[in-house]
């Protein structure tokens, strides 16, 4: 019996010596940092700097307990929110924070964890937010001064973020725009702008046409009063020449040139299978078909004179 009693209060004594040791032992990991509270009372911080080492610590079980951080970036997302720029401008500003905890003491002492934490920091960024873009313009913000306004929005929340044991190591603003029904009001008023711009220049171009036109026009007529001129010109001096040659002719032979001007004389007067000719046969007209050698007929012209002149005088056609 005494054997038994024996065993059993050793089992009982190795047990509860176990979950001592289980109880006053912890870890501390490369990427965390941790606080030793006695009663509430901070005892110790671990693994905050380079002085204390992760790996395995020891505290009083049942006396001490140990809080964790995280010692890595933490995120920070923040709601969509509209802001009324100095130039009276509504934007819809979404932003994103990452934080570290550099104070995990009073880090515990004023927020506790992480949410908490996180609501405060958001409250923060948001005023700052706020209070900058409103004294910038929009061109500003989201061109010309974006990554000054970003470092000084940070600078603003740091100076807050210090009384909760944090710093902010990263502040941007992923997306800056109108809010939708001034989207729309902005894309009406550009195409309104473009469809002017489209009329100013059809008018340009049919003012350019009209004159290219007109231009055109203008040389066409200037050509065609040269080329008329030019060719009634030619067409004088053709004719001149013409009688010129005539007249050489004629002096040179007047025979044969008489003999030539009956002939034209014939075949015009004489044209067409309807030709009427009412004159007398003794018509100085028709002297080489009573006579080859043409001699003049009894009270006809006398010989060497043009047939042709004669022809309006002595024939009537019908």
């Given at each position: 019996?005494?054997?038994?009693?024996?065993?059993?209060?050793?089992?009982?004594?190795?047990?509860?010596?176990?979950?001592a040791f289980y109880a006053s032992?912890?870890?501390?990991?490369?990427?965390?940092?941790?606080?030793?509270?006695?009663?509430?009372?901070?005892?110790?911080?671990?693994?905050?700097?380079?002085?204390?080492?992760?790996?395995?610590?020891?505290?009083?079980p049942f006396v001490e307990n140990v809080v964790l951080f995280d010692k890595r970036v933490l995120d920070l997302d923040l709601p969509?929110?509209?802001?009324?720029?100095?130039?009276?401008?509504?934007?819809?500003?979404?932003?994103?924070?990452?934080?570290?905890?550099?104070?995990?003491?009073?880090?515990?002492?004023?927020?506790?964890n992480v949410a908490l934490a996180n609501q405060r920091l958001a409250?923060?960024?948001?005023?700052s937010l706020r209070n900058v873009l409103a004294r910038s313009t929009r061109d500003a913000?989201?061109?010309?001064?974006?990554?000054?306004?970003?470092?000084?929005?940070?600078?603003?929340?740091?100076?807050?973020?210090?009384?909760?044991?944090?710093?902010?190591?990263?502040?941007?603003?992923?997306?800056?725009d109108l809010p939708a029904q001034n989207s729309v009001a902005v894309y009406r008023r550009m195409k309104t702008e473009r469809e002017r711009e489209a009329a100013d220049i059809r008018a340009n171009g049919d003012q350019i046409a009209a004159t290219i036109k007109a231009k055109a026009d203008?040389?066409?007529?200037?050509?065609?009063?040269?080329?008329?001129?030019?060719?009634?010109?030619l067409r004088g001096q053709g004719d001149a020449d013409k009688n010129r040659i005539l007249a050489e002719a004629f002096g040179k032979d007047p025979s044969f040139f008489s003999f030539y001007r009956s002939m034209q004389?014939?075949?015009t007067g004489l044209k067409?299978?309807?030709?009427?000719?009412?004159?007398?046969?003794?018509?100085?007209?028709?002297?080489?078909?009573?006579?080859?050698?043409?001699?003049?007929?009894?009270?006809?012209?006398?010989?060497?004179?043009?047939?042709?002149a004669t022809t309006g005088s002595t024939g009537t056609a019908r």
């Open positions: 019996m005494n054997a038994q009693a024996i065993r059993t209060g050793s089992a009982v004594i190795a047990a509860a010596l176990a979950l032992v912890f870890t501390v990991g490369q990427m965390q940092q941790a606080l030793v509270l006695q009663f509430g009372r901070v005892r110790a911080v671990l693994n905050q700097t380079g002085e204390d080492k992760p790996g395995l610590y020891f505290k009083l969509v929110q509209t802001l009324l720029t100095a130039d009276r401008q509504n934007l819809e500003v979404d932003a994103f924070a990452r934080y570290r905890i550099i104070d995990p003491l009073r880090f515990y002492q004023s927020v506790n409250s923060f960024t948001n005023s913000i989201v061109k010309t001064e974006r990554t000054r306004l970003m470092n000084q929005i940070q600078e603003d929340v740091n100076r807050e973020a210090k009384a909760l044991g944090v710093q902010i190591v990263d502040l941007r603003m992923t997306r800056v203008r040389d066409v007529t200037v050509i065609l009063a040269d080329a008329t001129q030019t060719a009634e010109k004389a014939y075949e067409g299978s309807e030709t009427r000719l009412v004159m007398s046969p003794n018509s100085d007209f028709f002297r080489y078909f009573s006579d080859p050698q043409g001699k003049a007929a009894q009270g006809g012209a006398p010989r060497g004179a043009d047939p042709s």
